[in-house]
């Protein structure tokens, strides 16, 4: 039987993709925070078990966080983060070996298309189970992406954005000096204008939008 598991391959690659309506930008950063990932792990509906353990640094490259459960321990680990692109991770299952998973974001027509990606290879006396993984991590992936882009429109919620499109606007109030002075002296008369008027406005209590700025005229008449 060692013979015949030697001409089997061992590997394995599964993946599936969901459409989101989700910028990527925000797609990319929840995936990217193993943080988020405790909340909409499939597996989480399974198995009530579940204890989650995160570092200091939870987003990007050098990220990591473990898990305890009744069904097994591991941990995964953030080796590559391009962003709002892709995301690869490494996957140590104690006693059990290691996965690879990746994580591509595109920007299409619709939407925005994720999609999720676990490879390995079956242990040598297991190899014969390798073709059964499709089956058996297919609906897994497909979970945790349907769960993913259930927090992703939570997210989502939280702002509110509202375009009124092009306005007329009637204009605002604003605070000014003005002087006059010869060109070497523009930046001596410059400072001097700004900390009056900044002084102006702490001594009144009044609240500027915005930082000040310049307006030069220059006087041709005086250059001639």
């Known amino acids: ?15 599936r ?25 499939p597996w989480n509906e399974t198995n009530s078990t579940v204890e ?13 966080f473990s898990w305890k459960s009744t069904g097994g321990n591991g941990n995964m680990e953030n080796v590559s983060s391009n962003p709002n692109t892709s995301i690869k991770e490494i996957t140590s299952l104690n006693g059990k ?6 994580w591509q974001f595109k920007e299409v027509a619709d939407g925005v298309e994720i999609t999720w ?3 390995g290879e079956m242990p040598f006396f297991t190899r014969f189970k390798s073709s059964n993984m499709e089956t058996a991590i297919g609906p897994i992936l497909e979970r945790g992406l349907a769960l993913l882009e259930v ?7 939280k702002f509110s954005i509202e375009t009124a499109g092009v306005v007329n606007y009637s204009g605002g109030y604003y605070v000014y000096q003005t002087t006059s002075c010869q060109f070497q002296d523009i930046n001596y008369k410059t400072n001097e204008l700004i900390l009056n008027l900044t002084g102006f406005l702490k001594s009144n209590a009044v609240m500027a939008y915005g930082k000040p700025f310049n307006i030069y005229h ?6 001639k």
């Open 117 to 119: 990606e676990i490879m």
């Open 97 to 102: 070996g290691t996965l690879n998973g990746t």
């Open 218 to 223: 220059k006087r041709y008449d005086l250059l």
């Open 151 to 157: 927090y992703l429109q939570n997210e989502l919620k």
């Open 17 to 41: 993709t969901i459409l989101t309506k989700a910028p990527i930008e925000l797609a990319f950063e929840v995936v990217n925070d193993y943080k988020t990932w405790q909340y909409w792990l």
């Open 1 to 15: 039987s060692s013979l015949f598991l030697a001409t089997l391959d061992g590997t394995y690659r599964v993946k």
């Open 52 to 64: 989650y353990s995160f570092p200091a640094q939870t987003v990007g490259v050098g990220a990591t």
